[in-house]
């Protein structure tokens, strides 16, 4: 016995969106190391993705939303309106490195100078949002799951990532300053 008609495409087309979502997990890292010249901030960025796929799913769950195409369609999607938020914090404290201050410091200012534009952006897209995950019209369900998906995954990116990125970013640089120390240590 198997499984044909919508069953059937339905397996095919998630098997061919997880494929899409590697690759696009794959660009959005090359990008960002041409971005930054270096191949370990990316992964600072990347943190938020996890945070944001464990809001997309508590959404779904919480509105009682199907896994369809559309919701893996919007997890897609928000891949990379997740990584916006760690993008912005990630760059401006490498800006304010550059000028010489400190890291820590840099974190600190780049949080505080941050937040604003990652608040406008976040909650105007929760809220633009909103109208596709309350719509009850004729095949409405099959829409709903990806604004649910992109409405959870924004909002936890927005409360999580402003603080995970800063402290991740915070161990990644203490450990290549802990390396640069040994070396000049070594070299004396």
């Known amino acids: 016995m198997t499984w ?3 069953i059937k495409r339905q397996n095919d087309s998630f098997g061919a969106l997880g494929s899409v979502l590697l690759i696009s997990f794959i660009l959005i890292y090359l990008i960002m190391v041409a971005l930054y010249d270096s191949f370990i901030y990316p992964f600072v960025v990347l943190f938020s993705i996890p945070v944001a796929v464990i809001g997309a799913f508590l959404a ?3 509105s009682q939303s199907h896994l369809s195409l559309f919701a ?8 990379g309106l997740v990584v916006k938020n760690a993008i912005l914090i990630v760059d401006f404290t490498n800006q304010l490195k550059a000028q010489g201050m400190y890291y820590k410091d840099a974190l600190i200012e780049a949080g505080k100078g941050r937040m604003r534009p990652i608040l406008m952006t976040s909650i105007s897209m929760i809220v633009g949002m909103l109208p596709i995950a309350m719509a009850q019209g004729t095949a409405s369900e099959w829409k709903n799951g990806l604004a649910w998906v992109i409405i ?3 909002t936890s990116s927005l409360i999580l990532t402003v ?4 402290v991740v970013y915070y161990v990644v640089d203490s450990i290549k ?3 640069t120390s040994k070396k000049t240590l070594v070299k004396q």
Request: a negative charge.
């Open 72 to 79: 893996l369609l919007g997890m897609i999607m928000l891949m």
């Open 177 to 179: 300053e802990r390396f």
């Open 4 to 6: 044909g008609s919508d």
């Open 60 to 62: 779904l769950n919480l």
């Open 163 to 166: 603080y995970l990125v800063p």
């Open 152 to 154: 959870g995954g924004v």
